[in-house]
């Protein structure tokens, strides 16, 4: 059987190709957020501007904005919404992020995500 694979890398830093401007930190959504699962979550290293190359963390524990009025528990999936930029438990039209690594209560406006 010929081979299939060459290791290349860790995968914790990707490149992607942006779709818009970012910031150092910015949260970078790839994949389809429309069919739940198909999409994921990066998090930009670099700044960039449209069609520029940036490198993105795949991987790791990120505070993140995240949507009041809802509390979650360690272990819980989390999803970012891109339109409302923060991390939610819904799960409709939104990308995976990953899942919660600490408790976050109902009135607290940030949570932490490991992503990946």
Same mark, same amino acid.
Request: aromatic fraction near 8%; proline fraction near 2%; charge should be negative.
């Given at each position: ?14 490149? =992607?190709?942006?779709? /818009?401007?970012? !910031? ?6 790839? *994949?389809? #957020?429309?069919? %739940? $699962? ?15 190359? =940036?490198?993105?963390? /795949?991987?790791? !524990? ?6 009041? *009025?809802? #509390?979650?528990? %360690? $272990? ?32 607290? #406006? ?7």
């Amino acid at each position: 059987m010929a081979k299939q694979a060459t290791f290349l890398n860790e995968g914790k830093v990707i490149d =992607v190709v942006l779709t /818009a401007a970012v !910031v150092v930190g910015e949260v970078v959504p790839v *994949g389809t #957020a429309a069919t %739940v $699962g198909a999409g994921r979550v990066l998090v930009a290293q670099t700044a960039g501007a449209i069609g520029d190359i =940036v490198a993105c963390a /795949a991987t790791g !524990v990120f505070q993140m904005t995240a949507e009041t *009025g809802v #509390a979650w528990v %360690v $272990g819980d999936p989390l999803y970012w919404d891109d339109t409302n930029n923060y991390l939610s438990k819904t799960s409709t039209a939104s990308y995976f992020a990953g899942f919660a690594t600490e408790v976050k209560a109902s009135a607290t #406006a940030v949570g932490k995500v490991r992503i990946g």
